[in-house]
């Protein structure tokens, strides 16, 4: 069984007007207009399909496709939410390829043990409204509506996540997991150069890095770059330079999938000639395993003291992010690997580098997800692209998983 | 003989109206309003005073206390414009100082062998107009008049340097170097911490520091922070880290009075979870010894052209500025050291870090300067400050050392 491509290529199409840039790609801010939109055109995508819509109190869209049995269901889906200047793909792709899985058993006239249940979270990007992906998080209770409803914009207009759900008119009813789920399978773009380089068709992602973001706040003394002796200097520039510089030998010493990155610096002055009095740098370190992860926060954090001591600098550490690495379902993992094989597919599992509300639904219910590659990597931007032959077998191997699933 | 600091101290306060900031300090940029005010303060002084007042074509005034012999005269002086917010003394001092030992003479009815001149150049912070110094460097013929008229203010008033000294009534007859100069000396603040440091009342200037200032822009690729594995990146940001670490060890390796600074840093995009696709970075490095500042440029550029490499960022090296360091007279300085020693002073030889107008006026004549001790090292700024004896005693070392010269 296959889905049908050219359907599901022209959805994506459609949804890709809204909001579409001049140039190619799109702006769907969470709540915004363009928001309402394309959820509209979801809404009336699931009612032809004949799915039962539920909207639940954060704003999440179900639709459920009924089966024969009173069990809990099996969820597909995603986000149709962008960053400002997003792809057509990003979120997208997981919610049209979930509608087009229906589709096709519409089509074939399958009947299914289990509910299938189409989702599509609220603000997965986290652009217009903080805290990200929590459409998912609120459902698997692992943040509070009533927090999730206060959050206020951050485009300047002081409204609230609850008013902007109000007036789009996608403040639901249905108590936030109140949908009994069995298991979850999220279809994404992979937003990484990985499958390409290594000419794959699928990654079978089976857990999903730990994030830490700190922030090194540095004050030392702005001083002139000619009349001011080395010795007498208060670098903070070069304090933050060398965190810098050691955050890519810190990721050689923990190993394994560790990454490092400093993103993110300011100086003050910031001027040629004059030695900066004050520093701003950030660091994002990620890793699967939580163990190497922390052992990189410690070995960073002794390192920056232990710098900063040493040019007369004063150092404030902040955390701003710390999420725990997500270890997803080896079950589910497995049969995704057996439809990819099934259909002949090239695959390899991996981590995902990135957040998905699939990390969220991992606490509820087994979990995994379904990688297909992006050209260059490139994410989060007008010009990410997945070919048309990569969508189709992704597609199919999410229709092949959530169809061996949806049975038992 | 000693100068009257009652009067000094009063006309640097005099001075220090004109421009004056409400929290302290004052902004008076070269052919404003303010410097116009306070050009027609000193003129009214120097006639006072019984000088000969002469504009150059430049803007320069001179005020010539004729001597008995038509000899090359001494000259003193520096300058009355300052950056914004700047402070009291930078410049205001030794014109102030200058024309304070004219009255000396005056008040003791000393004539001279060789006329005394007092100076006040134009434009040596060259905040306004570009480049800085502008009036000594044009006095002493290493700059053309004409490319100096154009210079547009950096205001964006879009008028030029020769319409501003038009304007303010400053656009002299005098050609630019025709008066005969046997020396130059010129009293200055410190602008850096070591007199103070080194319980020190005067500083005696044998040199002016080489500057070369270096921009490299570097060609990276911007990346996912969390998507994109160590060894697929091109951390434009990393390379412009390792770079500005590389300069304290630059610094060291130099060894001498080698100074190095990196001030200024951008990365682009500069997003916290992006692997920074460009990054741009400056390193101003000063020495005294210009075949170690050329070492220094040359261990710069092939540890960031390697640096680059080995990560295939792209590099582009910029010189943006280089001045050859400048030495002063050795017998000048022998005069200041001899005037300090007879007055019972502390000092020591030392570089300046900093440009002034004696290092453009050591090419037509033999050239030394005076420091006095900067509170802190700091200026530039509203709180730049010199204790009242310190300004006394290095007002009377300038006194004893034009008086021993002008004899001669």
Partial sequence: MHINIKRLQSRISEMGKIGALKGGGVTRLSLSNEDKAARDLLKKWMIQAGLEVKIDQIGNMFGLRKGKNDLPGIMTGSHLDTVGEGGLYDGSLGVLAGLELIETLNDKGIETERSVILANFTNEEGVRFTPDMVGSCVFSGQYKLKEAYQAISMDGSKTSLESELHRIGYKGELHCGDLQVAAFIELHIEQGPVLEMEKLDIGVV????????????????????????????????????????????????????????????????????????????????????????????????????????????????????????????????????????????????MYSGAGHDAQMLAKVCPTAMIFVPSEKGISHNPKEFTPIDKIETGANVLLTTVLALVQK
């Fill in 206 to 349: 089976e857990n999903l890095q730990g994030i830490s973001w700190t922030a090194f706040d540095l004050k030392g003394e702005s001083n002139h770059a000619g009349t001011t002796p080395m010795a007498l200097r208060k670098d903070a520039g070069l304090v933050a330079m060398k965190i810098g510089a050691y955050v890519k030998t810190l990721v050689n010493e923990i190993g394994g999938n560790q990454v490092g990155t400093v993103g993110k610096i300011e100086f003050g002055p910031n001027l040629i000639n004059v030695v900066p009095g004050s520093a701003k740098i950030t660091v994002d370190l990620r890793n699967t395993d939580n163990a190497r992860l922390t052992l990189a926060e410690e070995k960073l954090l002794r390192f920056a003291e232990k710098t900063a001591a040493a040019e007369g600098v004063e150092i404030l550490m902040e955390r701003l992010v710390r999420f725990n690495p997500v270890i997803f379902d080896d079950g589910i993992c497995q049969w995704i690997e057996q439809a990819a094989q099934q259909i002949g597919l090239s695959q390899k599992r």
